[in-house]
C-alpha cells in the first residue's frame, strides 16, 4: 500500500473524544521509548508527524493520524514509565484503558517489543490484557537495526520460548521492523492493507462510512 497522505487530526486523553468517524484504526503501544512514535513516521514518511524524543515519556496523549482519508494510526503513550505508572498505580492511565475497551473502530493494536532484550514481565502482562479483553493485535520488534542480522532469528526463537513458558499455546503474528533502516515497512503496510480490506469488505458498520 502507497500512503499518498498522513495527517495529524487530534490529540486528548478522553477516548470519548477520538474521532467520531468510522474508519479502521491501528494503535500503537509498548514500552516506553521503545519506538512507537519513530515507526509511525517511518511508514507514513514523514519526519516529524508523531514527536519523537531520546527520553522516554514523550507522547502522553492519544495521537490520531489519518492516512490515506481512509484509516487511522494512533499513536498512544508508553508504559512502564516510572514517573507515570507510580502516579496512577497501574502499567496504564484511565484514558488509555478507556480507549482500548471502547473504541470500536480500533481492529488491531500493535503491541512493539525492543527486540535486544528478553520478554519483560509488563509486555507479557499487557498482551494477557489484550488476550482477555479480545483485542487483536501483532507484536512488532523493533530497532532491529542495533543488532546484527544473523541473530534475529535467534532473538525471535527466545522470544517465542518465552510467550510458550507464559502459557501462550502460540506467537501472535509478527514483524520486524527498523525506523532508522526502513526495515519491515512493506510487510506492515500490506499487512494492514489486508486487514483493511477484510474489514471494508465484512463489516457493515465501516462499510456505510465510505
Ligand atoms: N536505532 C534505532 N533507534 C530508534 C528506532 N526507533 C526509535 N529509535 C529511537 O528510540 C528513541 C525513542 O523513540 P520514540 O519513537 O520517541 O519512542 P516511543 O515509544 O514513541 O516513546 P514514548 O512516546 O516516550 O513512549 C528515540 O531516540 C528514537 O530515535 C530504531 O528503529 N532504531
Ligand atoms: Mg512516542
Redesign the pocket.
Known sequence: MKINTAEFIVSNSDAAKCPKDFLPEYA?I??????????I??ITNHKNL???????????LINHFKINNNWFLV?L??YG?AKVSKKTKSIFQQFITDYFENREQLVCAFV?IDIRHEAQKIDIEFMSYMGESEIPFCIIF?????ISKGKIDSHIAAYRKQMYANNWAEMPQYFV?????S?GKDELLTYIDEVNQEVFKNNSGFLNSI
Request: proline content about 5%; aromatic content about 4%.
Open positions: 500503537f509498548g514500552r516506553s521509548n521503545v519506538g512507537k512514535s519513530s515507526l513516521n517511518m508523531a514527536k519523537t524524543s531520546g527520553k522516554p515519556g514523550k507522547t502522553q499513536d503513550p508508553g514509565y512493539l523493533t530497532k532491529a537495526d542495533k521492523t527498523s525506523s532508522t533502516e526495515i
